[in-house]
């Protein structure tokens, strides 16, 4: 498959995710990192998929296929949820809009997602004989986030939305640069942040009008890593790595008292393993697929993702653990070696 680049790319270095070619850094990860956490930085995030769900059944086929209680969504909120198969195995995990101005809903499936998740749409409408229509709108939108203390102020030169008014998961429609945009008080790095969705065609002068530090995908993950938020592929994936809600640490996502796939088997699932923050003691770097023990060496779990806080100076990661392992120190087998950790229940920033 061909790399598709998202609508503005100024960076030197970039790599294929998600069958997107994308801006790893634009500077430093370490500088686009600190202006996120001390001011404002803006992300080209038009890798991840749109999928709009309309019609007089939109409502139902969304509650069924997501793990959260969608009726309670107004129009003009936003959700967080999982999409989990009849095991109870998260498939993805997306952001749905009730759209404040137009029938039904967008969700963002994560990057290379989106054709896997309308399909599903698609088939289950079916099945279920529900009246509903889903478009994979990927390739008409494209998507930025605007992340950072100062955000608020930066963002406000440029849009028609009141910002003031919209709190954590509100959605509002509007223009920005004087284009037609959804702005969300949403993000994915812990700060007051906003993202915006636009018409492909509007990306550019989006992009343009928003004059911050530009950042990549290094500081996106050293940004969501503080605060333990999973990446879809690492930290689980439905073969390599199936994890429940539970076991991933989101099942503040799961309203049991809903009808969605996957309800009944975690009505019952018991949590053998739980991911857990992990922090190294001594100098190192935990990545992917390192072995976690305990002090005297035996397995106990591995990395899912890992890396050094710039924030904290200290070296950190996620990993599952046993649910009912009681001693916070660990040790994380890097080039061979053991090394000195203990456990941290993300966030990692207190």
């Known amino acids: 498959m061909a790399l598709r680049q998202p609508p503005v790319d100024h960076s030197t ?4 995710f998600g069958g997107w070619e994308m801006p790893v850094e634009f500077d430093s990860i370490r500088q686009e990192h600190s202006a996120v956490r001390e001011a404002v930085g803006k992300f080209d995030v038009s890798h991840m998929g749109e999928v709009t769900v309309t019609g007089p059944d939109a409502t139902e086929l969304m509650q069924r296929l997501v793990t959260n209680d969608v009726t309670a969504v107004d129009p ?3 959700q967080y949820a ?15 809009y009730n759209r404040p101005d137009e029938d039904g809903y967008l969700f963002i499936p994560n990057a290379g997602h989106d054709e896997q998740m ?29 992340q950072g203390p100062e955000s608020p102020a930066l963002l406000g030169d440029e849009t028609s939305v009141d910002l003031s008014a919209l709190s954590p998961f509100d959605v509002a429609s509007g223009t920005v640069a004087g284009r037609e945009a959804y702005v969300a008080r949403t993000g994915y790095t812990g700060e007051t942040g906003f993202e915006v969705v636009c018409a492909w065609e509007d990306a550019q002068a989006v992009w343009d009008s928003i004059d911050c530090q530009p950042c ?41 008292d809903t009808d969605f796939v996957g309800r009944d088997t975690l ?23 390192y072995e976690v023990t305990t002090p005297d060496g035996d397995q106990i779990g591995t990395v899912t993702s890992g890396t050094m806080s710039p924030s904290l100076g200290e070296a950190i990661a996620l990993a599952y653990l046993p649910a009912d392992y009681d001693d916070e120190s660990v040790r994380v087998v890097i080039r061979g070696e053991p090394k000195k950790a203990h456990t941290r229940t993300p966030p990692f920033l207190s």
């Open 13 to 16: 270095k970039t790599t294929d």
């Open 76 to 78: 003009g909120e936003a």
């Open 82 to 96: 999982a999409i989990t198969d009849d095991g109870g195995v998260i498939l993805d995990d997306t952001v749905l």
């Open 216 to 256: 990549g995908l290094g500081a996106r993950d050293t940004l969501r890593l503080e605060q333990g938020f999973l990446l879809s592929g690492e930290d689980f994936h439905p073969e390599e790595n199936p994890r429940t809600p539970y076991e991933a640490g989101i099942g503040f996502t799961v309203a049991l």
């Open 118 to 146: 309308s399909d599903r749409w698609e088939r289950h409408r079916e099945e279920w004989d529900l009246e509903a229509t889903v478009t994979n709108r990927t390739d008409e939108y494209a998507m930025f986030a605007i």
């Open 267 to 289: 009505d019952s699932a018991t949590i053998d393993e739980q991911l857990t923050g992990v922090v190294l003691d001594e100098r190192g770097v935990p990545r992917a697929g």
